[in-house]
């Protein structure tokens, strides 16, 4: 039987509820529930991969870092979600090629590497759930290459703080160097561009926060790279 406690991953994930009955028993008995601490990592580079994670609640990002340290955001796998570099590991063989940390308190499932390629084997269900995440995924990873190939840093820098600050009253609460860990770029380039940007009436910055005071016209910059 499935506890009410195991519900938690069947209303966050509602489309495991149409597996069949043994393979949702299977996910709940043989399933790891792990809580994880902001900035916890959950799997580095290079590891094998031997689970799954299910979001339950909060938020793990995924990232890469080159030689020199500096980050690129891949994408985040938020509640109801999985991440598709993990089942592409497992399926395929091979070891993580990112990191997986966790941002803010999160929670997760996690089911068995061994476990996930034998309910792909016999379920459709779950052949379905695996192709949904790379369905989804692949548009993010193709949206963030358009992004890093033909967009300038000062419009992707402009790009990011209208879409971060939209639902936050036009505050994003954000440190230089955590906003050159999203875009993959230096803190001193951010620092140099938002210097720019501030120089021309478009933003204020605060002590780990940049208020947008002219909104329509940073996102102007942000389609016309050479309006400002």
């Not at 590991?89 to 929670?107: H, K, Q, R």
């Given at each position: 039987?499935?506890?009410?406690?195991?519900?938690?991953?069947?209303?966050?994930?509602?489309?495991?509820?149409?597996?069949?009955?043994?393979?949702?028993?299977?996910?709940?008995?043989?399933?790891?529930?792990?809580?994880?601490d902001?900035?916890?990592?959950?799997?580095?580079?290079?590891?094998?991969?031997?689970?799954?994670?299910?979001?339950?609640?909060?938020?793990?990002?995924?990232?890469?870092?080159?030689?020199?340290?500096?980050?690129?955001?891949?994408?985040?796998?938020?509640?109801?979600?999985?991440?598709?570099?993990?089942?592409?590991?497992?399926?395929?063989?091979?070891?993580?090629?990112?990191?997986?940390?966790?941002?803010?308190?999160?929670?997760?499932?996690?089911?068995?590497?061994?476990?996930?390629?034998?309910?792909?084997?016999?379920?459709?269900?779950?052949?379905?759930?695996?192709?949904?995440?790379?369905?989804?995924?692949?548009?993010?990873?193709?949206?963030?290459?358009?992004?890093?190939?033909?967009?300038?840093?000062?419009?992707?820098?402009?790009a990011?703080?209208?879409k971060?600050?939209?639902?936050?009253?036009?505050?994003?609460?954000?440190?230089?160097?955590?906003?050159?860990?999203?875009?993959?770029?230096?803190?001193?380039?951010?620092?140099r561009?938002?210097?720019?940007?501030?120089t021309?009436?478009?933003?204020?910055?605060?002590?780990?926060?940049?208020?947008?005071?002219?909104?329509?016209?940073?996102?102007?910059?942000?389609?016309?790279?050479?309006?400002?």
């Amino acid at each position: 039987m499935i506890s009410r406690v195991d519900e938690l991953l069947f209303d966050a994930f509602p489309i495991l509820r149409t597996a069949p009955l043994r393979s949702r028993e299977l996910l709940v008995s043989q399933g790891i529930r792990k809580s994880l601490d902001h900035k916890q990592v959950l799997v580095r580079a290079g590891s094998e991969c031997a689970y799954l994670p299910f979001v339950l609640e909060g938020t793990l990002r995924i990232y890469k870092t080159s030689e020199s340290g500096k980050e690129l955001t891949l994408y985040r796998i938020e509640r109801g979600e999985s991440c598709i570099l993990t089942a592409t590991c497992i399926l395929n063989g091979g070891s993580f090629p990112a990191i997986a940390e966790a941002e803010g308190a999160t929670e997760v499932m996690l089911l068995p590497s061994r476990l996930l390629v034998s309910l792909v084997e016999e379920h459709a269900e779950w052949r379905k759930f695996v192709f949904s995440l790379y369905s989804h995924r692949l548009e993010v990873v193709l949206a963030l290459v358009d992004e890093v190939a033909f967009h300038h840093v000062d419009s992707r820098i402009a790009a990011y703080l209208v879409k971060s600050a939209k639902s936050s009253q036009n505050v994003v609460n954000r440190t230089h160097a955590e906003i050159a860990s999203e875009l993959g770029t230096s803190r001193e380039v951010v620092t140099r561009i938002l210097k720019d940007f501030e120089t021309a009436g478009l933003i204020t910055t605060l002590r780990g926060s940049i208020r947008i005071l002219r909104p329509a016209d940073l996102e102007q910059k942000w389609a016309h790279p050479s309006a400002v």
